[in-house]
């Protein structure tokens, strides 16, 4: 089997590392990929929204699965642009159509799929331009916290929490009339705060039935003890000691199957990951929102922990047999580290020269995230760096091991939490 996988992360990287071990694996190839995907299959210079570059090497390289890493091609529609393609329509793509990509690509999108669905999420409303003054007569009798949602994709950050009313009518003006975000924040959403504990759990589908993936929670925040800017994310750890089997159970049982089933009636296609962010309020699961592709730095401590052959998975996606398919489970935890440069998640300086990077074991795998090959040379090429996974007993070890080896990778400016997973350690 010949795969096309879209991306140029982490998350990719780990990706690509999985189906690479596959039997079923003949070549890989990545676009644009990254220092680490190189040595998992061949790096391709092409955009992940190219479709018409994406169409000529699929056909010239006898391409067999397209993999994509992140939400931009799904939003913008590589699924239907295969099917609605005669050349193309053989070879299965391993995300939603553009309509299921809405449900990440639009939080009012999202909101609504719940509220048709009985699916607990936070109480809302969405605001724009027409109804701005609303709006602010909405955030002034609001309670505190406030939280504001660009509608749109923002790269992860355009989510904002504010503790006071004159800050949450400024930053809504910002997100809708200076276009702080741009296009993404047109329209605001605003949820009301739920106080609990995060975490991400993952499913792969076929529009119809679906299997759990290993748990995980990530952390965001620049700083240790989940203080400064947000950030694309920070690390993560998996499993999540609070997420037992009967949390489990509610969350397959009131969010995962209604999500699925709702896809399903709605005639909504959708094959690949769904991405539940949920939080944990007293017990009891809600959705925060969903993506539809799978999350990064989780990624690179959900794969390490599947114990399946992903292409298998994938095959039977494609072929409509999911529901035969067993998840295996490395009972190890799992503990991501992530390197970012200095000045992330605002302004930073790349190429710089990697050095330290240790050579992957059973037990700890440094995946590349923001980085590019010069001949032989490693250089930074990004706010976030390196993902460092370690593999161990419980995740005080695991903790310990990524640690030890992000104190020994070096690059001018290196940036690292040293307290991912605190809370459960």
Excluded: W
């Amino acid at each position: 089997m010949n795969i096309l996988l879209l991306g140029s992360g982490g998350r990719e990287h780990a990706l690509a590392l999985k189906m690479s071990q596959s039997p079923l694996c003949e070549q890989l190839f990545i676009a644009p990929g990254n220092a680490g995907t190189a040595l998992c299959g061949t790096n391709v210079n092409m955009g992940v929204s190219e479709f018409e570059k994406i169409k000529a090497f699929c056909l010239s390289n006898a391409v067999d699965l397209v993999v994509p890493g992140s939400e931009e091609a799904l939003v913008n529609g590589i699924f239907d642009f295969f099917r609605a393609d005669a050349a193309l329509q053989h070879i299965p793509v391993m995300g939603p159509s553009k309509e299921g990509a809405q449900l990440e690509g639009s939080k009012s999108y999202g909101k609504l799929f719940m509220q048709r669905h009985q699916i607990p999420t936070a109480g809302y409303r969405e605001f724009n331009a027409d109804n701005y003054e609303e709006g602010v007569a909405y955030l002034q009798q609001h309670t505190l916290p406030i939280v504001l949602k660009a509608d749109g994709l923002a790269a992860g950050k355009g989510v904002v929490i504010l503790d006071n009313h004159a800050d949450a009518v400024a930053e809504f003006e910002q997100m809708i009339k200076a276009a702080k975000f741009g296009d993404a924040s047109k329209t605001v959403v605003v949820e009301e705060f739920l106080t609990g504990i995060e975490l991400s759990v993952f499913a792969l589908t076929d529009g119809h039935t679906y299997k759990i993936l290993p748990e995980a929670k990530d952390y965001k925040r620049i700083g240790e003890g989940d203080l400064g800017l947000n950030t694309g994310g920070m690390g993560a750890v998996s499993p999540v000691p609070f997420a037992d089997a009967a949390f489990m159970a509610k969350i397959e049982d009131r969010i995962i199957r209604p999500t699925i089933n709702g896809l399903s009636q709605e005639g909504i296609p959708y094959n690949g990951f769904v991405f539940f962010g949920l939080i944990n309020v007293a017990g009891e699961p809600f959705v925060i929102e969903y993506n539809c592709r799978m999350g990064d730095p989780e990624t690179e401590v959900v794969m390490p922990r599947l114990q399946n052959d992903l292409l298998e998975l994938f095959s039977a996606v494609a072929a409509g047999t999911l529901g035969e398919q067993t998840i295996y489970t490395d009972p190890r935890a799992a503990a991501t580290v992530m390197l970012v440069s200095k000045g992330y998640p605002e302004a930073y300086e790349k190429n710089k020269v990697i050095t330290g990077i240790p050579a992957p074991t059973r037990d700890q795998i440094v995946f590349h995230a923001g980085t590019r090959h010069e001949g032989e040379t490693v250089l930074t090429n990004g706010g976030r760096v390196l993902a460092i996974t370690s593999l161990a007993a419980d995740l005080s070890l695991s903790l310990a091991h990524s640690v030890q080896t992000a104190e020994q990778i070096a690059f001018d400016g290196k940036v690292y939490r040293r307290d991912i997973g605190y809370e459960f350690i």
